[in-house]
């Protein structure tokens, strides 16, 4: 059966119009240090995602590999797919511009199946989707909302936002997460996460900046496991 899970959402007390500094700043943490490069030296600045800064923040050799290789094996490729088309899914629904949501996730998992492959049927990955996207949507998190913000593409970082939402209190983030595994150290390790996500206070800042007549007021994921 699947579930989906949700930890205490992440209270965000900064002003929206706090400067977070970026990858390319100087940043001290306990487990990290970033140092400026001269300009002279190298031009302009690289600018990095929220997701490729948190990966360099985890270990830098993992960050550098991501770049240049993909990760194999029936069961990374099956659930990142089964993820984008749950991720469809939900975009489809909160979008709200008439397309079924269930339908546009099926298109994904279908336009993306690997040829070649008899281990593992289309119509048995589309039943897990089918279940899996039905818990997701249950949620409804927008209801009620004045504004709703689907994959939201925000400044120079192409910070790219799942879902946010506004109501009298602000705006609400959620970034959506997929997994197979539904071991419960897993599950615990995912939410965990959460409280020292750069990306999540990255989305919170930048958003915060583009839309500063509203405050943000939380952040967080909500994990599917199927």
């Given at each position: 059966m699947?579930?989906?899970?949700?930890?205490?959402?992440t209270?965000?007390t900064?002003e929206?119009?706090e400067?977070?500094?970026?990858?390319?700043?100087?940043?001290t943490?306990s487990?990290?240090?970033?140092?400026?490069?001269?300009?002279?030296?190298?031009?302009s600045?690289?600018?990095?995602?929220?997701?490729?800064?948190?990966?360099?923040i985890?270990?830098?050799?993992?960050?550098?590999?991501?770049?240049?290789?993909?990760?194999?094996?029936?069961?990374?490729?099956l659930?990142?797919?089964?993820?984008?088309?749950?991720h469809t899914g939900?975009?489809?629904?909160?979008?709200?511009d008439?397309?079924?949501?269930?339908q546009?996730?099926?298109?994904?998992?279908?336009?993306e199946?690997?040829?070649?492959?008899?281990?593992?049927?289309?119509?048995?990955?589309?039943?897990?989707?089918?279940?899996c996207?039905k818990?997701?949507?249950a949620?409804?998190?927008?209801r009620g909302a004045?504004e709703?913000?689907?994959?939201?593409?925000?400044?120079?970082?192409a910070?790219t936002?799942?879902?946010?939402w506004?109501?009298?209190?602000?705006w609400h983030?959620?970034d959506?997460?997929?997994t197979?595994?539904?071991?419960p150290w897993?599950?615990?390790?995912?939410?965990?996460?959460?409280e020292?996500?750069?990306?999540?206070?990255?989305?919170?800042?930048?958003?915060?900046?583009?839309?500063?007549?509203?405050?943000?007021?939380?952040?967080?994921?909500a994990?599917?496991?199927?």
């Amino acid at each position: 059966m699947s579930e989906v899970y949700s930890p205490s959402q992440t209270e965000l007390t900064t002003e929206p119009k706090e400067s977070v500094p970026s990858s390319a700043e100087n940043v001290t943490g306990s487990s990290v240090s970033f140092a400026k490069t001269p300009r002279s030296l190298v031009g302009s600045p690289a600018i990095y995602s929220p997701s490729a800064t948190e990966r360099y923040i985890r270990c830098p050799r993992l960050w550098d590999y991501s770049r240049r290789w993909e990760e194999g094996g029936k069961d990374n490729w099956l659930q990142r797919l089964t993820g984008r088309a749950i991720h469809t899914g939900l975009m489809t629904y909160y979008r709200a511009d008439g397309e079924d949501p269930q339908q546009a996730a099926y298109a994904t998992l279908r336009d993306e199946w690997p040829p070649d492959t008899y281990d593992v049927s289309l119509e048995g990955a589309a039943d897990r989707v089918r279940k899996c996207l039905k818990r997701g949507l249950a949620l409804d998190l927008a209801r009620g909302a004045l504004e709703v913000l689907t994959e939201e593409i925000m400044g120079p970082e192409a910070a790219t936002l799942d879902m946010a939402w506004r109501d009298e209190q602000g705006w609400h983030i959620v970034d959506w997460k997929y997994t197979h595994d539904a071991s419960p150290w897993v599950i615990q390790k995912r939410l965990q996460e959460t409280e020292v996500s750069w990306q999540l206070r990255h989305y919170a800042w930048r958003l915060g900046q583009e839309r500063d007549e509203y405050p943000v007021v939380e952040a967080g994921i909500a994990l599917i496991v199927g």
